[in-house]
T-cell receptor, first 119, second 114 residues
Framework: GAVVSQHPSWVICKSGTSVKIECRSL??????MFWYRQFPKQSLMLMAT?????????EQGVEKDKFLINHASLTLSTLTVTSAHPEDSSFYIC???????????????FGPGTRLTVL | AQKVTQAQTEISVVEKEDVTLDCVYE???????LFWYKQPPSGELVFLIR??????QNEISGRYSWNFQKSTSSFNFTITASQVVDSAVYFC???????????FGTGTSLTVIP
């Protein structure tokens, strides 16, 4: 089956530094990828929609200058948390749909997540 | 607006008991998809089932079964003869043709006591 990977699986960084998280579709191409954030004991909340070759679409309340998204190819999207602070500590999950399938809505594959801890 | 409600925050059952996790959804779309995911402590989402809005047939997969009722906008999930390995957080989710993003419920934390 289709696989989505995330790297790193966990990261610990100091406050004020930037952290990049990669999301890759390993055996399919994805025009669109989604980034979610999950705080402890809470649900997954959509942060942004990453579109290959164009700007990401951010959900209300998500700072686009803080969470930089780049979708440079059909298999890779990156989320960079700039000037990270302890309140950014969370579990970040990406998902991708296979563009070869229509509709792609029902073929979203989730990555294993990246646990970010900001000290 | 899309919305998923999982009213049960935490459930505890004794091993071998049956348990039903409730899910109620809201959408104005005529075509939509419903999902259940299991999230163990490791965090990775485990896909359990996908159902589209035109298929109200209930489904059984081993000890798992799902009851989809469009009339009440519900998509409930039953685990029969629960086991300790079923302990996890379970999420119900909704997506539609108007957007590929998922809308997740708040999750139900299931603890199966040996």
């Amino acid at each position: 089956g289709a696989v989505v990977s995330q790297h790193p699986s966990w990261v610990i960084c100091k406050s004020g530094t930037s952290v990049k998280i990669e999301c890759r579709s390993l055996d399919f191409q994805a025009t669109t990828m989604f980034w979610y954030r999950q705080f402890p004991k809470q649900s997954l909340m959509l942060m942004a929609t990453s579109n290959e070759g164009s700007k990401a679409t951010y959900e209300q309340g998500v700072e686009k200058d803080k969470f930089l998204i780049n979708h440079a190819s059909l298999t890779l999207s990156t989320l960079t948390v700039t000037s990270a602070h302890p309140e950014d500590s969370s579990f970040y999950i990406c998902s991708a749909g296979d563009r070869a399938l229509t509709p792609s809505t029902d073929t979203q594959y989730f990555g294993p997540g990246t646990r970010l801890t900001v000290l | 607006a899309q919305k998923v409600t999982q009213a049960q925050t935490e459930i505890s059952v004794v091993e071998k008991e049956d348990v039903t996790l409730d899910c109620v959804y809201e959408t104005r779309d005529t075509t939509y998809y419903l999902f259940w995911y299991k999230q163990p402590p490791s965090g990775e989402l485990v896909f359990l089932i996908r159902r589209n809005s035109f298929d109200e047939q209930n489904e059984i997969s081993g000890r798992y079964s799902w009851n989809f009722q469009k009339s009440t906008s519900s998509f409930n999930f039953t685990i029969t003869a629960s086991q300790v390995v079923d302990s996890a957080v379970y999420f119900c989710a909704l997506s539609s043709n108007t957007g590929n993003q998922f809308y997740f419920g708040t999750g139900t934390s299931l603890t199966v006591i040996p």
